[in-house]
């Protein structure tokens, strides 16, 4: 009877042992396998530390497409002839955060690429307001603003874009001399009015952002209807497609 138990309590001791070692060995194993990947992944180029040589190539090719980019948003903020020769500042303002947040990305980002800069839709609808703003500006200091419309030949084709008066010649030449107080004040009240709003939509567009992305709330976007989504990006088509012209 004695000899009996002593044999089961080996058994149940060689069999946990038995389990033991199995599930040791499933570890290691699995342990290699990992090890194995992580070595395969890198012998593909993927796990090399970065080097100024590709950092140097990144920035410059981040570079040239950035600036081509924002020149083209910048000409596209003061799109109207009557505000021509703020174009430079508009390009300087959408330069400004491409640098920053370009630098900012490459130095704290975790992604492999990333691209940080303004984007066109933003430019759009600001190139919108920028226009409402110079009509207002313009009817307080009573001056005649110019009003772009369609132009169509006697075929009905479109030729483009007119004006009532001369773009060109508003507080400019005769115009100026004329009016040199109310152009001066609108200029500056145009600018100064400019600069906040393009300020402030952006940070209050970054906080939108960071709030999605913080609560994850980005998901509730796929419950919008696809028709609204169409018609957001029919609009800004269209918007690219008048100051083409």
């Known amino acids: 009877m004695v000899n009996h138990v002593a044999d089961k309590e080996q058994k149940d001791l060689d069999d946990k042992t038995s ?26 180029g993927h796990g090399r530390a970065p080097n100024w040589l590709t950092a140097i190539a990144s920035a410059v090719i ?7 980019l924002c020149c083209a948003y910048g000409m596209i903020l003061f799109s109207e002839d009557t505000n021509r020769q703020h174009r430079a500042l508009g390009v300087k303002m959408f330069l400004f955060p491409a640098a920053f947040f ?3 990305l490459g130095w704290r980002s975790g992604i492999p690429v990333a691209i940080g800069g303004p984007d066109l839709t933003p430019a759009v609808f600001l190139a919108g307001i920028v226009t409402t703003f110079a009509k207002e500006i313009s009817a307080r200091q009573n001056l005649d603003y110019p009003l ?73 976007l796929s419950f919008m209807p696809t028709s609204v989504i169409e018609a957001f990006l029919a609009c800004v088509g269209y918007k690219v497609f008048k100051y083409a012209l």
Do not use: W
Request: proline residues 0%; glycine residues 8%.
């Open 19 to 44: 389990l033991k070692l199995q599930q040791l060995s499933a570890s290691t194993l699995a342990r290699q396998v990992s090890a194995d990947s992580t070595a395969a992944h890198g012998s593909h």
């Open 62 to 68: 981040n570079y040239l497409l950035m600036f081509g």
């Open 102 to 104: 370009g630098v900012l």
């Open 148 to 220: 772009r419309r369609l132009s169509f030949d006697s075929d009905r084709h479109l030729k483009g874009l007119t004006s009532e008066a001369a773009a060109e010649n508003f507080c400019v030449g005769e115009h100026f001399l004329s009016n040199s107080d109310a152009c001066e004040a609108y200029h500056d009240s145009l600018l100064a009015t400019t600069i906040f709003t393009v300020a402030l939509t952006t940070a209050c567009l970054g906080l939108v952002f960071f709030v999605l992305g913080k609560f994850g709330l980005a998901r509730y």
